[in-house]
């Protein structure tokens, strides 16, 4: 049986690797086009591998974004992303991935979908997903978007040219409110958490209250049987709360504790005074080697927010909300006004670099 080709390009963005493709050369939404992300990534396998395609046999590997002419008044481009879970046949489009946000921008000026201005062009995307505007400032240079620069991004080797992405406006991007229970902090599942909704929704818990530091490797917090069982006990009843459906993906779910000197996986040591809050995150039930960066954000918002557990462990001052994960410190800057009374997140700020890797087409049976 012959393959069917359909053009892609496969990207590094942020921390994170995914096929892009332009809208026009998929189906429609729907299980035709499920069936393509799929089989192009790999996915289900039963090994965990995704040895029969690009993936790369976790959730932070394992995703597509979909590029296309924009819906919204204020976008250049319309942006759809897909995570593809790695052992089942299922993609979700419930949020969106901060990393592969990053990518959009480039792509967009690589594929002439944006024209290119000399020095930096300014990408306005609409992430369909979340229905939330994303700015992103791409260095650019001889009409193509620029690679080198002197960045350098905990989790990603070298350096590269650095991209600044502005999400305006995050609060409920994924149920309508930025704190959906309507409160701080709640009691999940016999502990004390917090339920923000900022890019995409999160429920934070103490590190201590489930017997962790938050300074381990994610191996270790994988290996944890019990623990890991706890935590999605209290992600899946979060979800509930927040009402969400109970997918793999959302509400994603990460611990968090007062700064403590660490080591990220690189053997680089961390100082207690160097970051503000220390973190993990469990998404697709792996932790991140990374922590995913629409789930920083989130984090940095709720660390301006009175009352939340982020905002309760983090050092406060006024400059950017630090944040120290396994693989080394990640700045953000979160912006938190008060409307009618509650907490109005006006926008967070975050810095990648991205890197068109391959092109050319993909082959699905």
């Known amino acids: 049986m012959s393959q ?47 040895l029969d395609g690009l993936g790369g046999g976790i959730s932070s590997l394992s995703k597509a974004c979909i590029v296309g002419a924009p819906s919204h008044p204020e976008a250049d481009v319309d ?26 921008g480039p792509f967009a000026i690589d594929e002439r979908l944006v024209a290119a201005q000399e020095g930096e062009t300014i990408v306005r995307v609409h992430n369909t997903n979340t229905k939330k505007v994303i700015v992103a400032h791409v260095p650019t240079r001889d009409g193509e978007a620029a690679i080198e620069g002197d960045f350098e991004l905990a989790g990603v ?28 902090r709640d009691v999940i599942a016999g502990v004390e958490a917090s339920c923000v909704d900022a890019t995409n929704p999160l429920v934070f818990v103490r590190a201590r209250d489930v017997g962790l530091t938050a300074g381990e490797t994610p191996s ?9 069982a706890r935590l999605e006990k209290i992600r899946v009843e979060a979800a509930m709360r927040m009402g969400l459906p109970t997918s793999a993906s959302a509400p994603k779910i990460a611990f968090v504790a007062a700064p403590a000197d660490y080591v990220a996986l690189d053997g680089v040591r961390h100082a207690a005074g160097d970051y503000d809050v220390l973190a993990r995150a469990i998404s697709m039930g792996n932790c991140h080697r990374a922590f995913p960066l ?9 660390a301006r927010i009175e009352g939340t557990l982020v905002h309760e462990v983090a050092r406060r001052h006024a400059g950017d909300v630090r944040l120290g994960h396994a693989s080394g410190v990640l700045p953000l800057d979160a912006k938190v006004a008060t409307r009618d009374g509650a907490p109005w997140a006006e926008r967070v ?10 092109e050319g087409f993909v082959r699905v049976p």
Not at 15 to 42: K, M, N, Q, W, Y
């Open 294 to 302: 629409t789930s920083a954000m989130c984090l940095a918002v709720a």
């Open 349 to 358: 700020t975050v810095y990648r670099t991205a890197r068109r890797l391959m």
């Open 220 to 228: 270790a917090v994988d290996a944890n049987a019990d623990v890991m």
């Open 79 to 104: 942006y759809t992303f897909a995570q593809v879970d790695v052992r089942s046949p299922v993609v979700e489009y419930h949020g969106n991935c901060g990393n592969c946000s990053s990518a959009i």
């Open 157 to 184: 080797a070298g350096r590269g040219a650095r991209i600044a992405l502005d999400f305006l406006e995050p609060g409920g991007a994924g149920t309508g409110r930025l704190l959906p229970t309507g409160s701080a």
């Open 4 to 50: 069917r080709k359909i053009r892609a390009v496969y990207m590094r963005g942020g921390t994170s690797r995914c096929l892009v493709f332009r809208e026009g050369d998929l189906p429609h939404p729907g299980p035709a086009r499920d069936r393509i992300l799929l089989a192009a990534l790999g996915s289900p396998d039963p090994y965990g591998r995704q």
